[in-house]
């Protein structure tokens, strides 16, 4: 089966503590993504990848850190200086950036408190 | 850089009845505009897209259009489904490597 892999479906942080959460495809696509989705505010850009070892800042990336090291692989880290981080985070992949289908995973939701 | 404007946020059809959902963007280069659904507990998930030398595009009960002109584009489902009830996000984008802008989203639901 060919898609993206978020885990895990549900996390809880205590307030001052780093967490990775984790992106995984299969489906050979270069570029991937990561998004926030808060209630009313839409999906947000926090980072993204158009190949392996490079990665761009999106609109909301202050407290976010991103690593490409494997085509497959993007995970996201939530770091303790993110100063709203209780929200629903979605990964997604396209065989390229900008004008091509983005292929989404289940989504993590993120509980800091 | 764009920005993607889309009402209403909440929309509720009977089942039968259209629907639509309005988009506007403000940077005249983007030309690609596509439409994303999303299920209860899901990602969204490409529906239709229309690039900016169509005017319209259709796919069974759902068409987009886009007035270049105005810069805003829409969404139509006719024959509304219960299945239909979701978040649609509109999204634009220009050419090259620049990635999506989305909507804020709007909740669709269709009562039976």
């Known amino acids: 089966d060919g898609g993206i892999t978020q885990s895990p479906k549900y996390l809880f942080r205590k307030e001052g503590q780093n967490v990775t959460l984790s992106c995984e495809q299969n489906?050979?696509?270069?570029?991937m993504y990561w998004y926030r989705q808060d209630p009313g505010q839409g999906l947000r850009l926090i980072y993204y990848s158009q190949i392996v070892n490079d990665f761009q800042k999106g609109d909301i990336a202050e407290g976010y850190s991103v690593s490409r090291e494997k085509k497959e692989s993007f995970p996201l880290t939530v770091t303790s200086a993110q100063k709203n981080p209780t929200a629903f985070y979605l990964c997604?992949?396209?065989?390229?950036?900008?004008?091509?289908?983005?292929?989404f995973g289940p989504g993590t939701r993120l509980t800091v408190t | 850089g764009e920005n993607v404007e889309q009402h209403p946020s909440t929309l509720s059809v009977q089942e039968g009845d259209s629907a639509v959902i309005k988009c506007t963007y403000s940077d005249s280069a983007s030309n690609y505009f596509p439409w994303y659904k999303q299920e209860l507990g899901k990602g969204p998930q490409l529906i239709i897209d229309i690039r900016s030398n169509v005017g319209e595009k259709k796919d069974q009960r759902i068409a987009v259009t886009l007035n270049k002109t105005a810069k805003h584009f829409s969404l139509h489902i006719t024959e509304t489904q219960p299945e239909d009830s979701a978040v649609y996000f509109c999204a634009a984008s220009k050419s090259g490597n620049t990635p999506l802008v989305f909507g804020k989203g709007t909740r669709l639901s269709v009562i039976a």
């Open positions: 997604a992949s396209s065989i390229g950036t900008g004008q091509y289908e983005q292929y």
């Open positions: 489906l050979n696509h270069d570029a």
